[in-house]
């Protein structure tokens, strides 16, 4: 309090008005072309855009392209989303900022745990586990790859279904295991209007994935009894992920949700099999989306998800029904390799979904791609989603990515690239026909096919894959899964599967050979000159499970060859130096390791011209997958 505050309280008037906060108050405005010019002296500074660059040139290099073709700038100011259209308020239509006028204060999102067992005993005592340590639902496995539909029973034998949703996964046989839920919920004296639970029929998601599955109005007559008598359970799942396993991007995932959506839709209120109305239909749907380390397309997924679904059932003649969203962590994006760092993806995923405002989340084990997971790592799974609720208190702050000028952004981005996809279906017919002509296959695999080049060339890197491999790891051993489910439609594509199988064949030469496969760097030079370009060719060639043997730091080309030969004389040979030692030395140092022996030389960089004697390159941006099999190939050809 100052001394004039003192004053005015002995006066009697109460302290002076302060003056107004200005957080900003001791700083210059700055324009976007002064933030222009700012970015680009530093991108300049990096090389990456010549002096005489036209102004913005920095900003353009740093902007991005999605895999949707969406223009991803390095930043977004007010003007930016002056004329998108107006997102609402939590729990209104369209719903972007969220289905519940309160988001999920205070209590968090709904905590679902999947589990994948076949014996229904050890699937009961694990689901409790879960029950009694923090999560709220529980999504089972039934039929093929899970327990019998007869065990359901046993399996959730002590759950309370009016306090704990199970939410079914039986394929082919989901009418019968959804009708066999409701008899046992009856059984044991829940009351309908309290039972919770998702059916999870979905004979469109099942024939994106077998390439077969039930007629699209099976579902028909579980709906109608769901919609009638149990308010709190929905019937079908709409679960885009298929797209987004299949390699396919976010507003192509959207886009087959509207389609998928909009046949059930149909399939429901049709008149010829005691349709329900729009309303009663649209009640009884959920729609599973994937949610990905990709933090910020995640959150403006969701957030387009229900906006473009509201304008759905605007058309149909609703404004009342929000959709209900589970989001599952994509199992596709955890690795074999390193697979501690699948906590890391699970987290930032999960984060993403609970931030995006699903109803539902599912964070997987992180030993999920590698077999059936263990007490251990559902624990870390399900903690992890409570530290994201009880610690880092996501929940207690309703829509908290509203607002953002980039997410904002994004979202309607995302809605405007998926309802053109969507459009194109229904133009080939709807989800059925689109999927059955083609259609829908051709335009996914467009999209994975860039996916499987920017992993190839370590653009887009995979932490302790395609980036930082530890080639000492210890293995995680875990019980085989059940078989999958035959995959007779879309594909199944695992980024981290193509360096893993080079990874495999590294194992195997160990096991054959005592050793892993073994490359000579031939380093040129002192070790300040070299070292960058030998850490390089390191974690290129080790992401294929390929070691490397050095030579140190050398002055002659006679030097490195010495070195060659009193090491192991591996049939590959990697020249690591600078650009200026690489004009003086590479050629003579390539013709010495040749006549010592070497039959494949590759040199680490991208010079302008071609050295002589060199046999390819190495550089930031290369088909490293085609390097790690070439060297690979080499070395077990000199055996």
């Known amino acids: 309090m100052t001394g004039s505050d003192r004053a005015a309280v002995d006066a009697g ?34 090389g990456r855009i010549g002096e005489d660059a036209e102004p913005g040139a920095g900003v353009a290099a740093l902007t991005r392209t999605s895999a949707d073709g969406i223009r991803v700038a390095p930043l977004y100011a007010s003007e ?87 939410a079914l996964d039986a394929g082919a046989d989901a009418v019968e295991a959804g009708g066999a839920y409701l008899d046992l919920a009856a059984r044991n004296g829940v009351e309908d209007a309290e039972l919770l639970g998702s059916l999870g029929a979905d004979p469109i998601g099942l024939r994106a994935r077998t390439g077969s599955g039930p007629d699209t109005g099976s579902v028909a007559e579980l709906a109608r009894r769901v919609a009638g008598s149990f308010p709190k359970v929905t019937a079908v799942t709409v679960d885009a992920r298929v797209i987004r396993e299949a390699g396919g991007s976010d507003a192509q995932e959207l886009g087959w949700s509207l389609a998928a959506g909009v046949a059930y839709l149909r399939a429901l209120v049709d008149g010829t099999t005691g349709g329900l109305d729009v309303l009663a239909a649209a009640r009884v749907l959920e729609f599973r989306y994937a949610a990905t380390p990709e933090q910020f397309p995640t959150i403006a997924k969701l957030r387009a998800a229900r906006r473009l679904w509201a304008r759905v059932l605007e058309a149909a003649g609703s404004t009342d029904v929000p959709q209900r969203q589970h989001a599952v962590v994509s199992e596709v994006l955890f690795s074999r390799r390193d697979p501690w760092v699948n ?39 399900r903690n992890t989603q409570n530290l994201l609720v009880e610690e880092s208190h996501l929940a207690r702050v309703i829509d908290p990515a509203g607002g953002s000028w980039y997410v904002e952004h994004l979202t309607d981005d995302l809605a405007r690239v998926a309802w053109e996809f969507f459009q194109e279906i229904e133009g080939a017919g709807g989800a059925v026909a689109a999927l059955d002509s083609g259609l829908v296959a051709e335009r996914v695999e467009q999209v994975r096919a860039k996916r499987e080049a920017d992993v190839a060339r370590r653009k887009t890197p995979l932490t302790g894959v395609s980036e930082f491999p530890d080639l000492n790891e210890k293995p995680v051993a875990r019980d085989p899964l059940p078989a999958p489910v035959a995959r007779g439609g879309l594909p199944l594509y695992r980024p981290a599967e193509a360096y893993e199988i080079q990874r495999d064949r590294s194992d195997a030469a160990l096991e054959r050979d005592g050793r892993r496969p073994t490359v000579f760097l031939a380093t040129i030079g002192p070790l300040a000159v070299h070292t960058a370009r030998a850490g390089f060719t390191r974690n290129l060639l080790g992401a294929g499970g390929i070691d490397a043997a050095e030579a140190g730091p050398t002055e002659t080309a006679q030097a490195v060859a010495d070195a060659y030969l009193a090491g192991d004389r591996p049939a590959v040979a990697v020249l690591c130096s600078s650009d200026e030692l690489y004009a003086e030395r590479a050629a003579d140092t390539a013709a010495a390791l040749r006549a010592a022996g070497a039959t494949r030389i590759l040199l680490a960089g991208k010079p302008e011209e071609e050295v002589p004697g060199v046999d390819g390159y190495l550089f930031a941006g290369c088909d490293a997958l085609a390097v790690i099999d070439d060297v690979h190939t080499s070395l077990e050809g000199s055996k």
């Not at 324009?31 to 991108?43: K, P």
């Not at 093929?144 to 539909?149: A, C, F, H, L, S």
């Not at 590698?370 to 007490?375: D, V």
């Open 13 to 46: 008037d109460g302290p002076a008005e302060p003056d107004e906060l200005v957080l900003a108050g001791g700083f210059d405005p700055v324009t976007r072309e002064q933030w222009t010019a700012a970015v680009d002296a530093v991108v300049r500074r990096s």
């Open 80 to 166: 930016d989303v002056a004329e998108l259209p107006a997102t609402g308020v939590p729990g209104a239509w369209p719903f972007t900022r969220g289905a519940l006028t309160d988001g999920h204060v205070p209590g968090g999102w709904d905590i679902r745990q999947r589990h994948t067992g076949t014996d229904p005993a050890a699937v009961r005592e694990a689901l409790l586990a879960d029950l009694e340590c923090g999560v709220n639902s529980v999504w089972l496995q039934v039929g093929e790859g899970g327990i019998p539909i007869d065990a359901i029973a046993a399996a959730v034998d002590g759950v309370y279904l009016d306090l704990a949703a199970v």
């Open 343 to 381: 906590m890391l993806r699970g987290t930032v995923a999960g984060f993403a979904a609970g931030v995006g405002g699903a109803d539902a989340v599912t964070v997987p084990p992180f030993d999920a791609a590698i077999g059936a997971a263990e007490p251990f790592s559902r624990r870390i799974a």
